[in-house]
């Protein structure tokens, strides 16, 4: 019989029971790597996705995805269109012409110019040179639509639903400055929107501009939003990705600090309550203005619906004071929890570069990826199609010239082989993120139940991604796996 053991206090108990016998290896000294078919499996779709890459290589015209099509199934700046690099879209159904050059015009606008079809076409009173757009030349073509009075009044008061421009619909359109965006396509800045806006609109007019299609208004509004977008790109750049990254080194190191983690914790929490508070006190405040005016700039529904904004930004602060007192106790957990994260970043200030690893690892596949998929979508063939019934509007006569635009369609065979580069997306993205957490949990706990914090360092980082990438690369791929299969099925149905 086994003889029982008596310690003296419960201190004895505890330090007894932590001991462990010379030769005590611990749980892992059977490890071995878990789920390796899927491991085997993941390499096998890497493969699959290398043939397609390369299939679609050979296949593709990637000049057909880069570069701009015109109405009439050119590609601007390729075979005949070479010295006519960029295009101008004449209507909304991205129907274009190309040029040699985006139209720069100086005063914004000049409503007596239109570029169509057929070239520049201009009024008695434009005000720009019959030579300000180089056009390609498109008399070739047996269905060409050309500009008359009739067809293309210069009056602005009339030009907006002439059969010519047609609301955006028609073969031609207003002559703006411009900027070029990425592949050579030229759209209007927006202080050209508002000074066509302005040219346009008059009082018969206005009503009717204004009751467009909601379709129309946010093509309108998208449009402006990427023209900021792409003027601002540098500082986007900048602030976007080297100052951020400057910032969350440095709020990461911060966070050890115990009094400055409980200032910038509750700061953050309080003064998002704050911003939210304020923007509703602001539109309020606004929509006051607004309702005194006279006369009157914004119509009732504006007004209306800028004062239920305001409401509900009311309500949003509220129910986050709520929640920030109803869940007081697991913000103060979750800063100790940042601040056992934060000693750990100090013993282990290598675990901070990880994630730039990984990052590159992610951009080389998605480099890789972005490749192959666009190649593939460039496998197909040109459709020209016949616009007529999509733009006969009731404000145009019933007689609404012919408007044609071409477009890229894919074939069948490059569409099967896109569903099966989508999933390799979605299984690698999830299968990187996956060895990420779990190389960072490891060594989490490494540093947190080894006694003698000296001997945790740089070692046991590179340790950590050895042992993950030995022993649990097969349980990532399996997790990554049933990951993808959702998201594959969440997107089918979505295209349903």
């Known amino acids: 019989m086994a003889e029982d053991k008596f310690y003296d206090n419960d201190d004895d108990f505890d330090k007894k029971r932590l001991e462990a016998p010379a030769d005590f290896d611990g749980p892992t000294s059977r490890r071995r790597c878990t789920d390796i078919l899927f491991a085997l499996l993941l390499l096998v779709m890497w493969v699959g996705m290398t043939g397609i890459g390369v299939f679609s290589w050979k296949h593709g015209d990637i000049d057909m995805i880069l570069r701009p099509m015109d109405w009439a199934g050119n590609i601007c700046g390729k075979d005949t269109m070479e010295n006519f690099p960029n295009i101008v879209y004449v209507n909304k159904l991205l129907g274009g012409v190309c040029v040699k050059e985006c139209p720069k015009v100086e ?48 009056n602005p008061q009339f030009s907006w639903f002439s059969r010519g421009i047609n609301q955006g619909l028609g073969f031609a359109t207003y002559a703006v400055d411009t900027i070029e965006i990425v592949g050579n396509r030229c759209i209007r800045t927006p202080k050209a929107s508002i000074a066509l806006y302005d040219n346009i609109t008059t009082d018969s007019s206005i ?228 060895m990420g957490e779990i190389i960072i949990a490891m060594t989490i706990s490494k540093w947190y139940f080894t006694r003698d914090k000296r001997r945790v360092g740089a070692s046991t980082v590179f340790g950590c991604i050895y042992e993950s990438i030995r022993y649990h690369i097969g349980t990532a791929a399996f997790g990554s796996f049933v990951i993808a299969v959702i998201q594959m099925m969440k997107t089918i149905v979505a295209k349903m």
């Open 207 to 434: 009503a009717e501009i204004n009751s467009g299609s909601i379709i129309s208004s946010l093509n309108g509004f998208y449009q402006h939003l990427y023209g900021d977008l792409y003027q601002a790109r540098g500082p986007i750049m900048i602030f976007g990705i080297l100052v951020a990254m400057v910032i969350g080194f440095t709020y990461a190191m911060l966070l050890r600090i115990q009094p400055v983690l409980t200032i910038m914790i509750w700061g953050s929490i309080f003064s998002t309550i704050g911003i939210v508070l304020g923007s509703g006190l602001y539109v309020n405040n606004i929509v006051s203005e607004w309702k005194v005016a006279d006369p009157q700039v914004y119509s009732d529904q504006n007004i209306l619906a800028a004062q239920i904004g305001s409401y509900a930004l009311f309500i949003i602060a509220v129910v986050l004071a709520l929640v920030t007192i109803s869940m007081r106790q697991q913000i103060m957990l979750s800063m100790a929890c940042v601040r056992a994260a934060g000693r750990a970043l100090a013993c282990m200030p290598t675990m901070m570069v990880f994630p730039v690893f990984q990052v590159i690892g992610l951009a080389s596949f998605l480099g890789m990826w972005i490749f192959y998929a666009v190649h593939l979508a460039s496998i197909g063939h040109t459709v020209e199609e016949d616009m007529s019934d999509f733009t006969n509007t009731t404000n145009v006569n019933e007689d609404t010239s012919t408007v044609q635009i071409s477009t890229f369609e894919i074939d069948d065979f490059p569409k099967k082989c896109g569903w099966y580069l989508l999933f390799s997306f979605f299984w690698t993205i999830a299968f990187i993120s996956a």
């Open 107 to 154: 005063n914004q606008v000049d409503v007596h110019t239109l570029v169509t079809y057929n070239g520049i076409y201009q009024g008695k009173n434009a005000t720009l040179d019959a030579d300000f757009l180089e056009v390609a030349d498109y008399s070739a073509r047996g269905d060409l639509v050309s500009c008359d009075e009739n067809m293309c009044p210069t």
